[in-house]
């Protein structure tokens, strides 16, 4: 069984996919808008990708868990 935090990883990637996906059927308006949100989906991405990391390298890629950490 995997862990919760894993699947909640898994699911968040599934989300941004479906995000792109949705995204692409909009009609565009500007020539830059799907650039952008590329880069958006990919900064999103990126964070999963580090707690992967982090968790694989723990050694080179240290986790800290702050209680003062912002939570939205």
């Known amino acids: 069984m995997k862990k919760p935090y894993i699947k909640h990883e898994?699911?968040?990637m599934?989300?941004?996919v479906m995000?792109?996906?949705t995204f692409l059927?909009?009609?565009a308006t500007y020539p830059d808008?799907?650039?952008e949100f590329a880069k958006g989906i990919h900064s999103c991405q990126d964070v999963i990708i580090h707690r992967i990391v982090q968790r694989t390298?723990?050694?080179e890629f240290p986790t800290y868990k702050d209680?003062?950490?912002r939570r939205y």
Do not use: C, S, T
Request: aromatic share 14%.
């Open 19 to 21: 995000a792109w996906k």
């Open 14 to 16: 599934r989300y941004l």
């Open 33 to 35: 808008h799907a650039e």
């Open 57 to 59: 390298f723990p050694k």
């Open 25 to 27: 059927k909009l009609d």
């Open 10 to 12: 898994e699911q968040v």
């Open 67 to 69: 209680k003062n950490a």
